[in-house]
């Protein structure tokens, strides 16, 4: 609720009374908060995403653990003083532009999938 509102004086600026309205604002606040929250949601889960995948590439590569994956992503985050979701971003990045797998290991990798 928004109260608008002004005061009214007589001739010689004596205070007398005041005029004014309410404005519910409620279900514009409601959509506004509604809207802030869903954009966050959407981010925490693009940058869950990313760190997910960055983790699955590090327990790949080094077969290490989920958990051990998520320590060396922090721990390149603070000696970088990088956000952990932009260590994440570049990390993909510069897979999908510099890494290529070869084909015998895709064949392999190919086997190993249809075998499930």
Sequence with gaps: M??????L???SG???GSS???VDVT???GETVKESVDELVA???SSRAAIEQAKGML???YAIPADRAFDVLTWHSQETNIKVRDVAERLLARVAADFEVPAAVRTHFDHVLLRN
């Design 2 to 7: 928004v109260v608008v509102g002004d005061r």
């Design 9 to 11: 004086v007589d001739e």
């Design 14 to 16: 004596e205070i007398i």
């Design 20 to 22: 004014g309205f309410y």
């Design 27 to 29: 279900e514009t606040l």
């Design 43 to 45: 981010e925490i889960a």
């Design 59 to 61: 327990m790949l590569v």
